[in-house]
Every structure is written in structure tokens, then in C-alpha cells.
């Protein structure tokens, strides 16, 4: 299913866009960014479902996905779909945040789901892609929600790293 693969990968690449963010509002200091780049490498390793909701042709869309060690699942139509989780993957995401440019500004405190967060805005250019949002980061630091803009579209993650369990249901994704 080529068209779920894509989705699968613009929504990896929206999470990590995402957890960049908008407006700087407040002057930036040059370890701004290094929680954040920290706590979406971070979030890649560790177990956790997230929850992205964006508004397409009017409607509201949520997508559900869940990442174990080893596999990520993606709910498609009601439907869960599974692929590995390579380990070249980890470094394809360092280097491509390496190579992105990351401009953040700690916007204060807040609380997502009744936790503590600090939350950061971020923009991020990542060869043609410019985003621009927020990310709440908790005290463990990971992203516990991010909004984001990009190519005319606005996407909002919550994450949770304390729920990650594999859906007994899921089909593995073919490649046709």
C-alpha cells in the first residue's frame, strides 16, 4: 500500500517537524534548541502512541500511531497496519536534524494532560521544508504535544510514553 507508506513517512516527518516550532516571541539563547533536538531524537527511541489530528476539506482527521522497540503501527481506516523498525533509521533522523536549521525560544510553562511542560517555539528549515509551531516538552524530556504548520497544513501531536502496546490486530504493511 504505497499511498499508506507515504502517509506513514510524512507523518514521521510531520512529528518531527512538528516538535519545531512558531512565532519567536522571546529572544533565543544558543541552547534553546538543544532540548528540543534532545527530546525528538529521544521520543524516536522510545515506546509511545501519538495521537495527530489535522483538519482536511473542512473535517477534522485523527491518525493513531503507535511506536514499540521494535515496530510502528498505523491506524489507517480503522484498520492497524505494522512495519520493523530498522535501527539505520535512528541515524537517518540525526542526520537529518543535523542538517536541519533550528531556530527556538522557551515560551514559558504550561501543562498538557495535567503535566508540567515547557514549551518552546520552533522553526525549522529542513532542505525545501520550512516549519513553524510549538512543542510542550515534560520533565522526562519528551514531547508531550506539538503543533505545527507546514506546507499549508496544521497538525497537532499528543504523545504518550507511558502507553505503547502493540495492537493484537495489525497486518503487516506490504510494499506493492
Given at each position: 500500500?504505497?499511498?499508506?507508506?507515504?502517509?506513514?513517512?510524512?507523518?514521521?516527518?510531520?512529528?518531527?517537524?512538528?516538535?519545531?516550532?512558531?512565532?519567536?516571541?522571546?529572544?533565543?539563547?544558543?541552547?534553546?534548541?538543544?532540548?528540543?533536538?534532545?527530546?525528538?531524537?529521544?521520543?524516536?527511541?522510545?515506546?509511545?502512541?501519538?495521537?495527530?489530528?489535522?483538519?482536511?476539506?473542512?473535517?477534522?482527521?485523527t491518525?493513531?500511531?503507535?511506536?514499540?522497540?521494535?515496530?510502528?503501527?498505523?491506524?489507517?481506516?480503522?484498520?492497524?497496519?505494522?512495519?520493523?523498525?530498522?535501527?539505520?533509521?535512528?541515524a537517518?533522523?540525526?542526520?537529518?536534524?543535523?542538517?536541519?536549521?533550528?531556530?527556538?525560544?522557551?515560551?514559558?510553562?504550561?501543562?498538557?494532560n495535567g503535566?508540567?511542560?515547557?514549551?518552546?517555539?520552533?522553526?525549522?528549515?529542513?532542505?525545501d521544508?520550512?516549519?513553524d509551531g510549538?512543542?510542550?516538552?515534560?520533565d522526562?524530556?519528551?514531547?508531550?504535544?506539538?503543533?505545527n504548520?507546514?506546507?499549508?497544513?496544521?497538525?497537532?501531536?499528543?504523545?504518550?510514553?507511558?502507553?505503547?502496546?502493540?495492537?493484537?490486530?495489525?497486518?503487516?504493511?506490504?510494499?506493492?
Amino acid at each position: 500500500m504505497p499511498s499508506t507508506s507515504r502517509t506513514v513517512r510524512t507523518t514521521a516527518k510531520a512529528l518531527i517537524a512538528a516538535s519545531v516550532a512558531c512565532g519567536l516571541t522571546a529572544p533565543a539563547y544558543a541552547d534553546d534548541c538543544s532540548p528540543v533536538k534532545q527530546a525528538m531524537l529521544a521520543a524516536a527511541n522510545t515506546p509511545h502512541t501519538s495521537t495527530i489530528t489535522r483538519v482536511e476539506d473542512g473535517k477534522t482527521v485523527t491518525r493513531r500511531m503507535i511506536q514499540t522497540k521494535d515496530q510502528r503501527y498505523v491506524e489507517t481506516k480503522g484498520q492497524w497496519r505494522s512495519m520493523p523498525v530498522a535501527p539505520e533509521d535512528q541515524a537517518e533522523r540525526e542526520k537529518s536534524l543535523d542538517a536541519a536549521k533550528l531556530t527556538c525560544s522557551r515560551l514559558g510553562s504550561e501543562t498538557v494532560n495535567g503535566v508540567a511542560a515547557t514549551v518552546y517555539a520552533v522553526h525549522i528549515v529542513n532542505e525545501d521544508v520550512t516549519s513553524d509551531g510549538k512543542i510542550w516538552l515534560g520533565d522526562r524530556g519528551l514531547p508531550l504535544k506539538v503543533e505545527n504548520a507546514s506546507e499549508g497544513r496544521n497538525f497537532t501531536t499528543t504523545l504518550d510514553f507511558d502507553h505503547a502496546d502493540a495492537p493484537p490486530d495489525a497486518q503487516p504493511l506490504s510494499a506493492r
